[in-house]
């Protein structure tokens, strides 16, 4: 009976990482569209970058607060999203951002 009573806390365990990790992932990608949508071409990818250093910090404080049999899954998680940052922010074009600074935009 308590290898039952386990397994039914891990699996609810499980379920509740990966509500993480796709509610992270479609904040991401929803900041994405929304930068795409609404701001200049030269701004979308250091913009998008911003979006998903902030995701990955929220992951690192889930992680913190998070019991010991999931942490690594999201610490991974918190990485990934840092790594996807910046690329995200060495994709993009620093002399369209310096033209747009200088046109005071």
Do not use: C, K, Y
């Not at 365990?13 to 509610?23: E, K, P, Q, S």
């Not at 929304?34 to 690192?60: D, N, R």
């Not at 999201?74 to 369209?96: I, R, S």
Request: hydrophobic share 65%; net charge negative; glycine share 8%.
């Amino acid at each position: 009976m308590a290898l039952n009573r386990d397994s039914e806390v891990s699996s609810a365990r499980w379920h509740g990482t990966a509500i993480a990790l796709t509610a992270t992932v479609v904040a991401a990608a929803a900041a994405f569209v929304t930068a795409l949508a609404l701001l200049p071409p030269a701004l979308v990818l250091p913009v998008t970058g911003a979006g998903l250093l902030a995701a990955a910090a929220t992951m690192a404080i889930i992680a913190w607060a998070s019991p010991f049999g999931v942490r690594l899954i999201f610490w991974d998680f918190a990485g990934l999203l840092a790594l996807f940052a910046l690329g995200a922010a060495l994709m993009g074009e620093p002399e369209q951002l310096a033209l747009i600074e200088r046109d005071g935009m």
